[in-house]
């Protein structure tokens, strides 16, 4: 996470971007490391000790995923990331509903793109798309997803927690309504796994999406979870030795799924402890901003919401101005990293409908594990100071 000190001998950029990625946590990777270094071993050789050996340190770590979700270790399926679950799952459940006569697909106009194009690229096989909206707050209209829900749904899959504005959808209602219909559920809830208590039993979702990188785990591994009653709902995506029961072949990372399994470990551990200082961080920054006299918006609800997630709006500031002014001090961002540098205004802000000019002012600011009260100080006054003088710019017309 610390960069070298910048050209000049300044302090480097205060991480603030939580949303995109976490640094690994060094107890994360003081488990990796033995599988990086000395112990070789490929987890699907069972004829000896090595591969054994390995398969039993993957068979661990799987269960400690499945621990942190309230799944079994078997509902779980080692991928890449959260990309390549949200492709296997929904494309799977998509292929399967529509072989017994299921065509519909139910998602939401503020999903991450690799939700949003996956759904968007069933249309042309024939499948139908409903997408919904959101209300100002960024929450779904439960009725609208009723009414959606036909006896034709295959699956729905809304994320559990925003990305962006980090809004929590009331996932274990909207799970009973596609229930309702005959549908499979999916969230993708890369966000929320590590940071909001999650029980898939309780909440009734059939098919999840994880992904370590952000839960201070190693990035290019993540999970998807399968129900077992769904089980036979869901296509591979990637076929060859036929590892992890046929659901995704390939070599296992060892290390990775090692890292990751502790990763799931410390989150369980420290939610609830982690949960309560992140939401005083957000509090003290914007208390911060208020005594400075800087007058904000906020996208999305406040509650429930992810702790440690802003998405801000400044009224006459245009968001890339505010990352240039503020981009030697603090790495904040508009919109998400995973639409890979546009500098379109983010689709989510967008979608509240609280019209253009407030969506290309928004920056996300999120803090996380490694944060430091006096971070959050440097970094609150650093944006009010900022913000006051874009704004004095764009009222005179001349920086002077
Ligand atoms: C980061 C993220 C993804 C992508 O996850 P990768 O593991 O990087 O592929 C998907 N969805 C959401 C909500 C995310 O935040």
Do not use: W
Request: aromatic content about 4%; overall charge negative; charged content about 20%.
């Amino acid at each position: 996470m610390t960069l070298p000190e910048q050209p000049d001998g300044a302090p480097p950029p205060i991480y603030l971007d939580y949303q995109a990625t976490t640094p690994l946590d060094p107890r994360v990777l003081d488990a990796m490391l033995p599988y990086l270094t000395s112990r070789v071993g490929n987890p699907h050789s069972s004829t000896h000790q090595h591969g054994r050996e390995a398969m039993r340190a993957v068979e661990d770590a799987r269960g400690q995923v499945a621990a942190l979700i309230g799944a079994q270790p078997n509902e779980l399926i080692f991928t890449s990331g959260a990309t390549e679950s949200n492709n296997m799952l929904i494309r799977g459940a998509a292929a399967a509903g529509a072989r017994s006569g299921r065509n519909r697909v139910i998602t939401c106009a503020t999903e991450h793109q690799a939700v949003l194009k996956v759904a968007q690229s069933l249309i042309a096989q024939g499948h139908d798309l409903v997408t919904l909206s959101v209300d100002q707050t960024g929450l779904i209209n439960p009725a609208a997803f009723t009414q959606a829900a036909t006896d034709t749904l295959a699956v729905a899959t809304i994320m559990t927690a925003n990305n962006e504005i980090g809004v929590v959808q009331p996932i274990a209602a909207l799970a009973e309504l596609a229930h309702a219909g005959g549908g499979l559920f999916h969230s993708d809830a890369a966000q929320a796994v590590g940071k909001l208590a999650i029980d898939v039993a309780a909440l009734g979702v059939d098919l999840m999406s994880l992904s370590a990188h952000k839960l201070y785990g190693p990035m290019g591994i993540g999970a998807a979870y399968i129900a077992s009653r769904a089980r036979r709902r869901i296509d591979p995506l990637i076929l060859g030795g036929g590892q992890q029961g046929g659901h995704r072949s390939g070599t296992l990372p060892v290390a990775l799924c090692v890292g990751f399994g502790e990763a799931c470990r410390i989150s369980l551990a420290e939610m609830a402890v982690e949960t309560r200082r992140l939401d005083q961080y957000r509090a003290d920054f914007l208390d911060i901003l208020r005594e400075e006299g800087i007058a904000f918006d906020i996208n999305g609800a406040m509650a429930p919401r992810l702790s440690g997630n802003l998405n801000l709006s400044f009224a006459g500031v245009d968001a890339e101005a505010l990352l240039m002014r503020t981009g030697r001090h603090l790495s904040i961002s508009s919109g998400s990293a995973c639409t890979t540098e546009s500098l379109d205004p983010s689709h989510v802000v967008l979608a509240l409908h609280v019209g253009r000019d407030r969506a290309e002012s928004a920056v996300r600011i999120s803090f996380g594990r490694m944060t430091t009260a006096e971070e959050v100080t440097i970094a609150a006054r650093c944006v009010a100071k900022a913000v006051a003088r874009l704004r004095t710019v764009s009222y005179t017309g001349s920086e002077g």
